[in-house]
């Protein structure tokens, strides 16, 4: 029998009989190797382990220290998510069951709603079925046969009709399982050693709304037990730190479906939150230069056509709404109306930079799916600016943003962040707006920029804005999970397309480069963020109620009200809680509602003009007279200290 060569990844080769398993060559290896295997990647494409070899290639052995396993093994627990559904409830109709990135899924048809005794019967069924040791086989099948086979199951059929060829593959589980997947999977049951089903949500079928509701079941497995309990071990810490939960508990926001959903209001102690990050970041900006302006929040359908909005976003945005001869509709974004401040009037290169600001609220139709407490919303007012210069001005600008940036996470107390380079993807004509050369420029400009700041960066294709290249700084939450909050971009496409000139120093007109740039996000998603990064213990100059003044009796009401009123002239955001309660529970509420500073007031402090000072994180710091508190706390608060 003829010969096939395997090149493995030292370079080396063997020679081979075909028919052989990449398993077969990893125990021929080591059994070290052949144990801790989890797939084969062949010429670069995953591999089952057991499938045979036919042909000459290139071979790759993957374990546990390999990301792309993790995918691998995570699908494999799926399947045996779905086998135990069916061996414990047979009238269910499997959907689809990827991995993703914190675990995997499987969507199932099932008139009756799965409960959370269901969850723990059907991980109890997993490891049942795991201890079997069972294959993860893969067979073929024609097409016609598979759609006669499956032709009770409307899902499998319509994926089958879609995406298989003639011939298709499956994959089993034992002798009572088997389901349409392209693979690969783990070899068999015993690979897996550590999973735990999380939750069940609502999911439409293929994500859209308009098709039929699933039961979702959700996941997570890895690769051994002591991952499995650090993931859940920071799972239940994103649990404390949960924006939504904290913005309820603390009388931050709320949303009302007399309202919509995805349209959060604001409640006075979110409010307070909100204004002072709003005070804050206009602050910094006059003070770097920026002219702050006011624009509507809808336009005319044309001013986005002409941007190239409508052509690349129109999906993502509010429908029309026709008043009489025109079509007006809610802004996405705000940069259309700050160009059409600046071509308000003639410019000079003399005039340039200017730098026009706004707290710009926008509209954004988001799916019901995606919708969550502040940080996925569908009005938002971003923290945006626009800055038009002449091309030799644009590191000099960007440099002046990034250390605004940095500014403000440092008084923000963010900490833990990333840059990422978002570039287009070249081969997506439809996305990114067709201008090679622009392209080319954009993304040098940017390098440049980031290299001579010596900042580390990742540059991440398919991620930039239809019109450009954008610098995003990346903020990761508990579970590691990265957002885009800040954003810089260099952008040469609006200002062609709505004709932008300046009259430079050759008395010729010149078109300007715009610079979009957002340093705090929008006011919801950089909130939520910050209620989460300090689990709703707010740093003092950030709280909503920064002291709260406690009578030990009604004795003191009257003297609690003096030093209230003190902290209010001091500018010091306070309350009084004189209800008829002992000042323990009182303590206990306040410390729940992550008060700074809580002031207990007795006969004693009353009459020597003092306050017994409790701090929310040391505990009880003694008698104070009320001068000296009252000048203590200002300095912190003026300091903007992140801890106490």
Request: glycine share 6%; net charge negative.
């Amino acid at each position: 029998m003829s010969q096939i060569e395997v090149t493995l990844p030292d370079g080396s080769k063997q020679a081979v009989t075909p028919g052989i398993r990449p398993i077969d060559i990893a125990q021929s290896i080591s059994p070290r190797l052949a144990d801790a295997a989890i797939v084969a990647k062949v010429d670069g494409e995953l591999y089952d382990l057991t499938r045979p070899l036919e042909k000459s290639a290139s071979l790759e052995i993957l374990t546990n220290k390999d990301p792309e396993a993790l995918r691998v093994y995570r699908h494999s627990t799926a399947h045996l998510l779905a086998a135990a559904v069916l061996e414990l409830y047979p009238e269910t109709q499997l959907g689809i069951g990827p991995p993703i990135e914190s675990g995997f899924y499987y969507d199932f048809d099932r008139a009756t709603a799965f409960t959370p005794e269901d969850l723990e019967k059907i991980e109890k069924r997993m490891w049942e079925i795991q201890q079997r040791n069972l294959p993860y086989e893969r067979i073929y099948t024609r097409k016609d046969e598979g759609l006669k086979k499956y032709r009770d199951a409307w899902m499998k059929c319509e994926l089958i009709d879609e995406r298989a060829g003639d011939v298709f593959t499956e994959y089993t589980l034992g002798p009572h399982f088997i389901d349409f997947c392209l693979g690969p999977h783990v070899p068999n049951t015993s690979k897996i050693k550590a999973f735990k089903l999380l939750s069940i949500a609502g999911a439409y079928w293929r994500g859209d709304e308009h098709n039929k509701q699933l039961q979702r079941i959700y996941g997570t497995a890895f690769f051994t037990r002591k991952d499995l309990e650090d993931y859940l071990n920071r799972l239940e810490e994103a649990k404390r730190r949960d924006h939504r939960r904290l913005g309820r508990e603390l009388e931050l926001f709320t949303v009302n479906e007399s309202v919509g959903a995805g349209l959060p209001l604001w409640l006075p102690k979110g409010a307070t939150i909100r204004r002072l990050l709003e005070d804050y970041i206009l602050e910094r900006e006059r003070a770097t230069g920026y002219q702050h302006v006011y624009t509507p929040d809808l336009a005319k359908v044309e001013l986005y056509q002409r941007s190239g909005h409508w052509a690349h976003y129109h999906q993502d945005m509010f429908p029309t709404m026709d008043l009489e001869t025109e079509k007006m509709v809610l802004r996405p974004m705000n940069c259309p109306h700050h160009i059409l401040v600046f071509e308000s009037k003639k410019r000079s290169y003399r005039d340039l930079p200017i730098r026009i600001a706004e707290l710009g609220t926008m509209y954004r139709y988001e799916r019901s799916g995606v919708l969550s407490g502040l940080s996925r919303v569908r009005s938002m007012t971003l923290n945006d600016a626009h800055i038009f210069c002449t091309p030799e001005q644009i590191k000099e600008e960007f440099s002046g943003v990034m250390r605004l940036v940095e500014q403000a996470y440092r008084d923000l107390g963010i900490t833990q962040y990333r840059y990422r380079l978002s570039l287009r993807d070249p081969a997506n004509k439809d996305k990114y707006v067709n201008n090679d050369e622009m392209w080319a420029l954009g993304e040098r400009v940017l390098r440049e920029a980031m290299d001579s700041l010596g900042l580390p960066y990742i540059e991440a294709r398919g991620e930039a804005a239809f019109y450009g290249p954008k610098l995003d700084i990346q903020l990761a939450d508990v579970m590691g999970h990265e957002e885009t909050y800040s954003t810089i971009q260099v952008d040469f496409h609006l200002p062609n397309q709505f004709g932008l000139g300046y009259v430079a120093a050759d008395g010729k007109e010149h078109r300007p480069v715009i610079i979009h740039r957002a340093i705090v996000s929008t006011m919801e998603r950089m909130v939520s963020y910050l209620i989460e990064l300090y689990a709703g213990a707010f740093p003092v100059w950030l709280a909503p109620v920064q002291a709260t003044v406690l009578p030990i009796t009604d004795r003191q009401t009257e003297y609690a009200r003096v030093v209230r009123k003190q902290l209010e002239d001091a500018g010091v955001r306070s309350t009084v809680d004189d209800r008829n309660e002992k000042v323990n529970l009182k303590i206990r509420e306040a410390q729940l509602q992550k008060v700074p500073y809580m002031l207990v007031v007795g006969d004693r402090e009353q009459q020597s003009g003092e306050v017994s000072v409790r701090n929310r994180k040391h505990g009880d710091q003694g008698a104070k007279p009320l001068a000296e508190f009252v000048s203590e706390i200002r300095k912190v608060i003026d300091s903007k200290a992140v801890s106490e």
